[in-house]
Nanobody, 133 residues
Framework: QVQLVESGGGSVQAGGSLRLSCEVS????????MGWFRQAPGKEREAVAV?????????????YYADSVKGRFTISRDNAKNTFDLQMNSLKPEDTSVYYC?????????????????????WGQGTQVTVSS
């Protein structure tokens, strides 16, 4: 079992920044597909960013960003802290949502990672991000 715990959500004004962190614990693997998703009330859960990561090598690969966040959001991996982070800059009111960290173990690095929520089998509890205008 893999446990994911998100932190870093909160309220911010438009144009501001937040950094979300996903701590990975439990059974470890050398490679994962990891993603950040968000879900607003009445809407489907959508991928914000997805990447193939390795716990052995620094960095990530095969990174996907939703068009709506390209140039504003950046994902990163901290192997020392065992976290998968989402830096969100130039936030907009439409970014308001519950953000979820997701993971699925992979057999190689880099892996081909899906962008659908159904591709991932481990999820965090979610953290609220609210952006006011």
């Amino acid at each position: 079992q893999v446990q994911l715990v998100e932190s870093g959500g909160g309220s911010v004004q438009a144009g501001g920044s937040l950094r979300l962190s996903c701590e990975v614990s439990g059974q470890t693997y050398s490679s994962y597909c990891m993603g950040w998703f968000r879900q607003a009330p009445g809407k489907e859960r959508e991928a914000v960013a997805v990447a193939s990561i390795s716990t052995i090598y620094i960095g990530s690969s095969s990174t996907y960003y939703a068009d709506s966040v390209k140039g504003r959001f950046t994902i990163s991996r901290d192997n020392a802290k065992n976290t998968f982070d989402l830096q969100m800059n130039s936030l907009k009111p439409e970014d308001t949502s519950v953000y979820y960290c997701a993971a699925v173990p992979a057999t190689k690095f880099p892996a081909v990672c899906g962008q659908s929520a159904r591709f991932f089998n481990y999820w965090g509890q979610g953290t609220q991000v609210t952006v006011s205008s």
